[in-house]
Each structure stands twice: as structure tokens, then as C-alpha cells.
């Protein structure tokens, strides 16, 4: 997976809000953008649309619905509603019924900030498919059941080295020095095999 340069005035444009749209799933069929063309947005007003359809931005915010399952259908979604779908920077997941994380989300290179709070991953294993997203640097999976294993935060910090956000709170230096220099696979056998 290559990153690819992600224009500056995709970042600073307002994300693409879907959230508060009551979407059970991501199928072009129950999205009413495809049907209307107007992004309603509950806190944002959204960004303008080419003349392609497609919008020139680097989020997307999908927060507050009642997606379930896992993530597959994401990439259609990004690739049918962005100009430049690998330039997602930002993605808001929160408040979902998620139960796991697709391998769709590794097709986004640019991916640094992804907000999983409120869901209802229960595995450390969703922590092993995100190490993979390479400049990942912001992550929330707070009020989700896998926050509730002991030693959660050091866990998901051995895993993520590259992350510099976890659950809204920077990880300071003094905290990385006492994570243990656990390998992956080490820590998947030490965290993920016990319960």
C-alpha cells in the first residue's frame, strides 16, 4: 500500500458529513446523497461537489448511525463520493454498532485519524488490522468492550508504536518508555491469545 500526496486543499476542506442519516449499511442504495444529490449535515454543511459528484475532501464523518458488522462496503462509498478517494485522512466511525474493523480500511493509505469510540468491537485482534495502516496517528476505541481488558491502553500501545493519540489523550514520552519492547507477534500471543 503506497501513499499518495493528498492535496492541501483537500485536508483543510470541511469533511463529508454523513453522520446522523440513520444508515444501517454503506450500499449506494440507502445513502440519500445518491438519490437527492444533497448531503443533509446535522453540524457541518458539508463540502462542495464537482461536477462529477464528487467531493474534494480528505474526511468523511459516518458517526451516529447504525452501521453493524464490519466495514466492507467502504471503498465503494469513498470511491463513488470522493475526487481523490486514497487522500481519506480522516474518518469518524463513532457511535456505530461496529463488531469489527474490514481489511477495506488498509486500501486508505492516508488514513491518520480514525475515531471507533462507541461501537462494539470486543477484539484486540481490530488493534493488529489497523497496525497496518501506516500513517495512522489518532485513535479512539474507547466505550467499546475491547477497552474494558486489563492493561487495554499499554496493549493497544505496543501494538500502535506509530500512534501519538489514543481515546483523545496524547501518549507522552515518559509513557512509551515503559511499554515493553514487545514485538507483534509477541504481543498477539500475550494479549490476544488470553482473555
Known amino acids: 500500500m503506497k501513499s499518495t500526496k493528498v492535496p492541501f486543499s483537500y485536508i483543510r476542506a470541511k ?13 449506494s442504495s440507502s445513502l440519500r446523497v445518491f438519490s437527492t444529490g444533497f448531503v443533509s449535515s446535522y453540524r457541518m454543511l458539508g463540502v462542495p461537489a464537482g461536477r462529477d459528484g ?11 448511525n447504525r452501521l453493524t458488522g ?9 470511491d463513488r463520493l470522493f475526487r481523490q478517494p486514497d487522500a481519506l485522512c480522516w474518518l469518524d466511525l463513532s457511535h456505530n454498532r461496529l463488531t469489527d474493523v474490514s481489511d477495506a480500511l488498509l486500501g486508505f493509505p492516508n488514513l491518520s485519524t480514525l475515531y471507533l469510540h462507541h461501537n462494539r468491537l470486543a477484539s484486540l485482534c481490530v488493534v493488529a488490522r489497523i497496525d497496518r495502516l501506516p500513517r495512522l496517528r489518532s485513535l479512539t476505541l474507547q466505550n467499546n468492550p475491547v477497552a474494558e481488558h486489563r492493561g487495554y491502553r499499554t496493549a493497544v500501545l505496543t501494538a500502535l508504536r506509530r500512534i501519538t493519540r489514543l481515546d483523545f489523550v496524547s501518549v507522552t514520552g515518559g509513557e512509551r518508555r515503559l511499554l515493553p519492547p514487545t514485538p507483534l507477534q509477541g504481543f498477539i500471543k500475550n494479549y490476544l491469545m488470553r482473555r
Do not use: C, M, N
Not at 464490519?70 to 469513498?78: A, E, F, H, N, P
Open 15 to 27: 469533511p463529508l458529513d454523513l453522520s446522523f442519516e440513520d444508515l444501517e449499511s454503506l450500499e
Open 54 to 64: 464528487r467531493y474534494k475532501t480528505a474526511s468523511l464523518l459516518l458517526g451516529h
Open 70 to 78: 464490519g466495514l466492507d462496503d467502504i471503498r465503494q462509498l469513498v
